[in-house]
C-alpha cells in the first residue's frame, strides 16, 4: 500500500510543481506583455479548465503524503510530514491569494472597457504565484526524498 500512495504522492506533487513551473516560465511572460484588456481576456481563457482540476490533485497528494507519514517512520515521516506541510502551503497561497484575484479578473465583463481605477493584479499575481511555485517544487523534491527513504 505505501508503494502505491508513493506513486500517488509523487505523480500528484510532479504535476502540480510541473504546472505552476510552467505558468511561471512561459504563460506569466506572455501576460505580462499584452496590453491590459488583452490581458484580463486572456486570464479570462486560461483560467477556465484548472478547477476543480488543480485543487483536487494538489490536496489528494497532500492527503497521500499525509497518509505515508502515518504508515511509515524515522526520516521517511518526517519528510513526508513536511511535504504535506508544503503541499497545504501550495494550497493556502492558491485559496488565499491567487484565487480573490482570479475572481476579480473574472468579474470584468468587458476588458476593452477597463474602469480607469482598476489596478493592475498581474505583479501581485506572480508574486504570489511563484511563491506557490517554489513551495510546490520543494514538495515534489521532499517527497522524493521521503519516498527514496521509505
Given amino acids: 500500500m505505501t508503494g502505491a500512495l508513493g506513486v500517488a504522492a509523487l505523480l500528484g506533487s510532479g504535476i ?7 505558468v511561471a516560465l512561459s504563460v506569466l511572460p506572455a501576460l ?3 496590453d491590459t484588456g488583452t490581458y484580463v481576456y486572456a486570464h ?7 478547477d476543480p482540476t488543480m485543487p483536487a490533485i494538489v490536496l489528494g497528494s497532500a492527503l497521500a503524503d499525509g497518509v505515508l507519514a502515518a504508515l511509515t517512520g524515522g526520516r521517511a515521516r518526517m ?3 513536511l511535504a504535506t506541510v508544503l503541499l497545504v502551503g501550495v494550497s493556502a497561497v492558491s485559496h488565499l491569494c491567487n484565487v480573490p484575484i482570479n475572481r476579480r479578473v473574472k468579474a470584468v465583463t468587458d476588458p476593452a472597457a477597463l474602469p480607469p481605477d482598476w489596478e493592475d493584479p498581474r505583479p501581485l499575481w506572480r ?4 511563491l506557490r511555485t517554489a513551495l510546490a517544487v520543494l514538495a515534489l523534491a521532499v517527497t522524493a526524498a521521503a519516498v527514496t527513504a521509505a
Fill in 127 to 130: 508574486r504570489w504565484h511563484l
Fill in 32 to 34: 505580462f506583455a499584452m
Fill in 16 to 22: 502540480t510543481a510541473g504546472v505552476l513551473f510552467a
Fill in 44 to 50: 479570462q481563457l486560461l483560467g477556465r479548465n484548472w
Fill in 79 to 81: 519528510l513526508f510530514v
